[in-house]
C-alpha cells in the first residue's frame, strides 16, 4: 500500500500548480498540512531564479542566475543558477524536522515540490527527506523529476520504492488527474 505520492513530468507542465491545488482541497477539509513549494522568479518577463515559498507562507531564494562567468569553482550551480544552499536550508530544514517530530493521532502531509538537482546540493535535505519517507506519521506529497541524464540518487530511490505511488502529469491529463491525486494523498492517510 501506498504512504506517499510523487508526481513527475517535464518541466512547465503544471506539477507545482497540481501540487497547490491538493495543498487547498486538504486544508479545506481542515487537513494538517506543511511543506513547500518552488516558484519561479521573473524580472521583465525573464526568470531569473527559483524561490522556495513554505506553506506557512516564509519565502527565501533557491537559485539566481549567474552574473558573473568567472564565478568560483565551489558554487553550487545548475545550468546558469547558482543554489543558495543556505537559505534553503534554512526554511526547509526547521520544517521537515518539526513534521518528523509531530506524534498527530492522525497522519500529517508533507509537501516537498520538488526534490531536484537544486534541493539535492544539500545533503542535510537529503538525510531530512529520507528520514520523512521512512517515519511513520507523514505522508510525503511531492515532485521528482523525469529521468534524464545522470540518474540522480534520491530520485530514482524515491521513484523505485514500493510504498510511493508515482503519477505521471502530461499537457493531456494535467487537467484531469487532479481527483486521482487527491484520493491517492486522503488513501495514504488511512
Known amino acids: 500500500m501506498s504512504k506517499h505520492v510523487f508526481l513527475t513530468g517535464p518541466p512547465g507542465v503544471g506539477k507545482t500548480t497540481l501540487i497547490q491545488k491538493v495543498?487547498?482541497?486538504?486544508?479545506?477539509?481542515?487537513?494538517?498540512?506543511?511543506?513547500?513549494?518552488?516558484?519561479?522568479?521573473?524580472?521583465?518577463?525573464?526568470?531569473?531564479?527559483f524561490d522556495v515559498v513554505t506553506l506557512s507562507g516564509k519565502r527565501g531564494p533557491l537559485s539566481?542566475?549567474?552574473?558573473?562567468?568567472?564565478?568560483?569553482?565551489?558554487?553550487?550551480?545548475?545550468?546558469?543558477?547558482?543554489v543558495d544552499v543556505v537559505s534553503f536550508e534554512q526554511l526547509v530544514l526547521?520544517?521537515?524536522?518539526n513534521v518528523n517530530r509531530s506524534s498527530d493521532a492522525e497522519k500529517k502531509i508533507c509537501v516537498i515540490d520538488e526534490v531536484g538537482k537544486m534541493e539535492l546540493?544539500?545533503?542535510?535535505?537529503?538525510?531530512?527527506?529520507?528520514?520523512?519517507?521512512?517515519?511513520?506519521?507523514?505522508?510525503?506529497?511531492?515532485?521528482?523529476?523525469?529521468?534524464?541524464?545522470?540518474?540522480l540518487d534520491l530520485v530514482e530511490e524515491?521513484?523505485?520504492?514500493?510504498d510511493v505511488k508515482v503519477f505521471n502529469v502530461s499537457k493531456e491529463n494535467r487537467n484531469s488527474i487532479f481527483q486521482d491525486i487527491l484520493a491517492a494523498v486522503e488513501s495514504c492517510r488511512k
Do not use: H, W
Not at 539566481?64 to 547558482?82: K, L, M, T
Not at 528520514?131 to 511513520?136: A, D, H, I, P, R
Not at 524515491?158 to 514500493?162: E, F, G, Y
Open 121 to 151: 546540493f544539500s545533503q542535510a535535505f537529503i538525510q531530512a527527506v529520507r528520514q520523512t519517507l521512512t517515519g511513520s506519521g507523514t505522508v510525503v506529497l511531492g515532485t521528482i523529476p523525469i529521468p534524464k541524464g545522470k540518474p
Open 158 to 162: 524515491i521513484r523505485n520504492r514500493k
Open 94 to 97: 526547521p520544517m521537515l524536522r
Open 23 to 49: 495543498t487547498q482541497a486538504l486544508k479545506s477539509a481542515g487537513t494538517s498540512i506543511d511543506g513547500f513549494y518552488t516558484e519561479e522568479v521573473r524580472e521583465g518577463g525573464r526568470r531569473t531564479g
Open 64 to 82: 539566481r542566475v549567474s552574473s558573473d562567468s568567472s564565478a568560483s569553482r565551489r558554487e553550487c550551480r545548475v545550468g546558469q543558477y547558482i
